[in-house]
């Protein structure tokens, strides 16, 4: 297990290499730079800018300067708590930002990501909690009412992207009914539109999966052996079938929070949330290239971590699956 | 000299009983889910809606009638002219709008002139000839005054071609990578599906965004962009399905013809994983339009005048709160294409009776 775990952390340096380098060279190759749209500059505040941000060096000097910023230096987690827990705790720089004056990429990620994060936890907590349910109700009772109605709505769910529900709850729930605010960030109550928004598809998809994979389950010899026995349907289908029938939905989960974060971008624009996903748009835009390169390397950072973590989870649901 | 031939009672010839092929048997079954067959027949209605129907409308989808911004849909149309200046252009309104903008907005008693529009299609007031045009916008016009329904066939065009471009790109590279690799087997094998596993954990929507907010948002390389990042799911359904095929006696045979790798794969391989191949096809396409139009909505996919359904969606829901009509249909239509496809994906499934490749 522990092999498992190291063998997959070293394969992941590899991996943000390539994505790095990748993000550095592309983003410096696109037409434009970080002070090509502001107002008119003199040539010398220019020069001096460039000069300040260290845009005058060859680009392989930046590289290999950006390279040894982002390499983790030492590792604190008691200093997680502050202004900077990237720099504090690891020692990673993302250096400053081209476009937000006198601030870090360090700080703006720290300070925007709790709310992305916050966003997505909500959306998958609904899509769990409505999804799984409603899959395993629908998969024990096959061809009743009870898998028919929820599995048609949940393939409407599916076809519904987030950006035509999310304009459509705030229409209805927040203009019409006037139940919530229609966008901002402040109260409790302002997190329902936006999580159910993004929460609603995965929702939806995981519902699918869980029906699929229960009655997969369902059909095998040793469920039949579980009901021979006398066991109680409660425990046949809580007890024994339900760790391999959830299988898909782990397997899902990987994907999926790939999904959640991008699809994070589009909820951040139509509810105009202050997260991590807004800041990476608009850094693109603003070809503001540290903010760019942070967030991506935050967001592959993130994937892959979870990805490892539904790997391990998936291992531990089915000894079938060895640690390849 | 000439002999009559001989007559032999023949028993006539039997019926020869017709195999089923795998294609017919999954016709048959496909029939039987009603389901699919009507998410078929919407879908090549949609289609062909999309692509005729811009041929067919009165409109284009750039032409722009500003006086008509935003009018409602079905809503009649009227013509304005200062009597003052009968030469000059008659300005189009709408006949519920009429006392609130533009030169209508002189006259004084709307409901009147309307009453009178609607009986005799024709009124004067307040200095103003008004005439009923008797044209039309079914589905009402965006906020510049183009035609909504001829927005929505064109947005259809583009949503749809990206759909099945970048699958067809994803396809060609997927299946030829996938079957390569498992044909050729052992350390190349290896090495080919690493590299898919690496490119698999980079967080490609995020490139996706990246490279279209970089380099100009042109549509060829929005193509290039979704089809290089969906081909990896079917290189491993490809591979997988060509693993367990390429054990098998009709590989051999073809062996032992001289038949050469290249032919061996493309034409014995790959004809047999098709089956797989169109299911995941079918269901790639959905999330390729899916894909486009989240970048559409974020505004970084196909750029004004041109149109998708993300385009049509995105401005609908900027000004949904005054004109929802602007949101609803392109959604509607948007909703009902991926509905279809889904369906259709799903049916395909269960017809060619593919095991669900997400395990």
Not at chain 1, 269 to 277: K, N, V
Not at chain 2, 336 to 351: V, Y
Request: charged share 15%.
């Amino acid at each position: 297990m522990l092999k498992f775990v190291v063998y997959r952390l070293f394969q992941t340096i590899p991996v943000l290499f390539v994505i790095v380098t990748m993000t550095f060279f592309m983003v410096r190759a696109a037409p434009g730079g970080p002070f090509s749209e502001e107002r008119q500059v003199s040539p010398q505040i220019l020069e001096r800018m460039n000069e300040h941000y260290g845009l005058n060096d060859p680009l392989l000097v930046q590289y290999w300067n950006y390279l040894k910023n982002i390499t983790p230096k030492r590792f604190r987690p008691d200093r997680f708590h502050g202004e900077d827990p990237l720099g504090d705790a690891f020692g990673i720089d993302l250096g400053p930002s081209f476009k937000h004056e006198g601030r870090t990429v360090n700080e703006m990620i720290a300070e925007s990501f709790p709310v992305s994060l916050e966003l997505g936890l909500l959306a998958l907590a609904i899509a769990l909690c409505f999804g799984v349910p409603t899959g395993i109700l629908a998969a024990v009772r096959r061809n009743s009412s009870l898998d028919y109605v929820p599995m048609s709505t949940a393939m409407v769910g599916i076809c519904l992207p987030s950006f035509v529900i999310g304009p459509i709850f705030a229409l209805v729930f927040g203009l019409w009914l006037g139940w919530f605010n229609v966008s901002g960030w402040f109260q409790p109550s302002d997190r329902i539109l936006p999580a159910f928004t993004l929460g609603l598809f995965y929702a939806a998809y995981m519902a699918r999966l869980s029906r699929g994979g229960m009655l997969e389950i369902l059909s095998q010899d040793y469920i039949r052996t579980a009901r021979a026995k006398g066991l109680r349907e409660r425990t046949v289908i809580f007890i024994h079938a339900l760790k391999g029938g959830l299988l898909p939905v782990v397997s899902f989960l990987g994907p999926a929070l790939a999904g959640l974060i991008s699809g994070s971008f589009v909820v951040e624009t139509i509810f105009q949330i202050p997260g991590l996903g807004r800041h990476f748009i608009n850094g693109a835009l603003n070809r503001d290239y540290s903010m760019v390169l942070g967030t991506v390397l935050f967001y592959a950072t993130l994937i892959i971590i979870m990805n490892l973590l539904v790997d391990i989870i998936q291992v531990m649901l089915n000894p079938k699956l060895k640690y390849e | 000299m000439s002999r009559p031939a001989p007559q032999v009672d023949l028993p006539p010839p039997e019926e020869i009983e017709e195999g089923s092929s795998l294609w017919k048997d999954a016709w048959h079954r496909l029939q039987k889910n009603r389901l699919a067959v009507v998410s078929l027949f919407l879908f090549l209605g949609l289609t062909l809606f999309c692509f005729l129907g811009p041929f067919l409308s009165p409109h284009t989808h750039f032409e722009q009638q500003r006086p008509l911004g935003s009018s409602g849909p079905l809503a009649p149309i009227v013509l304005v002219t200062p009597l003052d200046r009968p030469e000059a252009a008659p300005e189009p309104t709408t006949l519920d709008r009429l006392g609130e903008r533009g030169p209508a907005s002189r006259i004084q008693d709307p409901d009147t002139a309307r009453r009178a529009l609607r009986e005799s299609g024709r009124h004067t007031a307040d200095g103003l000839l008004l005439e009923s045009a008797g044209r039309r916008h079914l589905l009402g016009t965006d906020t510049l005054g183009r035609d909504l329904l001829t927005r929505i066939m064109h947005g259809g065009r583009v949503s749809l071609g990206v759909g099945f471009l970048a699958t067809a790109v994803s396809l060609l590279i997927g299946v030829t990578y996938g079957a390569t690799s498992a044909y050729l087997g052992g350390k190349t094998d290896a090495v080919m599906m690493r590299i898919v596993d690496i490119l698999y954990a980079l967080p490609f929507t995020i490139f996706v965004i990246l490279l279209m907010v970089l380099f100009g948002r042109s549509l060829l390389l929005l193509f290039l962009a979704i089809g290089a990042v969906e081909w990896l799911t079917m290189a491993r359904i490809v591979r997988g399905q060509v693993l367990s095929l390429k054990k098998m006696e009709f590989v051999e045979a073809a062996l032992a013809l001289g038949l050469g790798t290249r032919r061996i794969i493309f034409r014995h391989l790959i004809p047999n994983v098709l089956g797989p191949i169109i299911v995941y096809a079918t269901l790639t396409v959905p999330a390729v339009m899916l894909l486009e139009s989240v970048l559409s909505f974020l505004g970084l996919g196909v750029q004004p005048p041109n149109a998708s359904w993300g385009v049509l969606i995105k401005e609908g829901a900027e000004s949904m709160t005054v004109f929802p009509w602007l949101l609803i249909f392109p959604a509607f239509f948007f909703s009902l294409t991926l509905f279809c496809l889904n369906f259709l994906g799903d049916g395909l499934r269960d017809a060619l009776d593919v095991r669900s490749s997400r395990d």
